[in-house]
């Protein structure tokens, strides 16, 4: 027969504290076994900051002396009028466009996502230097229509004012 073992409330206290202790030991011991070779991810926080903090000042400065570029453009395009504009004003206005779309395309290693902007400033300014010059083109039809249009009606009323003379004349002569 077998002789049944009881363990007192004292005894079980033990053991349950002796095999949370050999849980935490074999925990902390596959963890370094496993873990030795990963590097941690919370050494390298610091640095990476501080080079983001970087990058943000070096982009915020260099966006400043694009400034200068982007409000000239997008003035010598607002000032086109009706007239449109002369070749030396459309070639500055392109070299402006092209400017702004490769202000961030030198080689310089900015990791600013706000760099992706600029390329899409550069193709609104050239949709916007395209309708202005395509309104002047309008324009300038219209008042060319217009012109002839009165040429048109002045010579067709001389014709006609040449035309009742004409019957005028040939009536008197019937009668």
Do not use: W
Request: neutral net charge; glycine residues 4%.
């Amino acid at each position: 027969m077998q002789a049944q073992v009881t363990l007192s409330k004292r005894e079980r206290h033990y053991q349950f504290l002796y095999l949370i202790l050999m849980l935490l030991t074999a925990l902390i011991f596959m963890g370094i076994i496993f873990l030795r070779g990963f590097e941690s991810p919370f050494s390298d926080n610091d640095i990476i900051s501080v080079q983001l903090l970087e990058e943000k000042a070096k982009f915020d400065q260099k966006q400043k002396s694009s400034f200068k570029v982007l409000d000239s453009t997008f003035s010598m395009i607002n000032k086109i009028t009706d007239e449109g504009a002369q070749p030396f004003e459309e070639n500055n206005i392109m070299y402006g466009i092209n400017d702004v779309a490769g202000y961030y395309q030198n080689g310089e290693n900015i990791n600013d996502i706000r760099k992706e902007a600029y390329p899409q400033i550069a193709e609104f300014y050239k949709m916007y230097f395209n309708d202005k010059k395509i309104i002047s083109s309008k324009t300038e039809n219209i008042k060319n229509f217009e012109k002839q249009f009165e040429e048109c009606s002045i010579g067709f009323k001389e014709k006609k004012s040449q035309l009742f003379q004409r019957e005028t004349v040939l009536n008197s002569r019937s009668q």
